[in-house]
């Protein structure tokens, strides 16, 4: 059974940095796309980043880019989401899936099979 568990959030000033983790297991997960996506308050569920766990590629949307990263450290199943220059409209509960393979790029939530719990992040301004 596939669990993942989001660590990192908290309350941080604009400006500032935090790391996400999320700790995947339960199987492999060579072949599997790992996201980020956040939810704030009223609004839908929309995407960050993602990486594949075989290959490592990386992709991120518009509002990020140049600010976080993903990454992976596959003999400890855990992927970081890296944020910095943080801003108030970052704030948001934080959620990391997985996505079984074949894998597609997408954005889109009903792509992903698993979904962790949520972390929240809060920027002040």
């Known amino acids: 059974q596939v669990q993942l568990v989001e660590s990192g959030g908290g309350l941080v000033q604009a400006g500032g940095s935090l790391r996400l983790a999320c700790a995947a297991s339960?199987?492999?997960?060579?072949?599997?796309?790992m996201g980020w996506f956040r939810q704030a308050p009223g609004k839908e569920r929309e995407f960050v980043a993602a990486?594949?766990?075989?290959?490592?590629?990386?992709y991120y949307t518009d509002s990020v880019k140049g600010r976080f990263t993903v990454s992976k450290d596959n003999a400890k199943n855990i992927v970081y989401l890296q944020m910095n220059s943080l801003k108030p409209e970052d704030t948001a509960v934080y959620y990391c899936a997985a996505q079984r393979p074949p894998v597609v790029t997408s954005t889109r939530t009903d792509r992903y099979d698993y979904w962790g719990q949520g972390t929240q992040v809060t920027v002040s301004s």
């Open positions: 990486i594949r766990w075989s290959g490592g590629s990386t």
């Open positions: 339960g199987r492999t997960f060579s072949g599997y796309a």
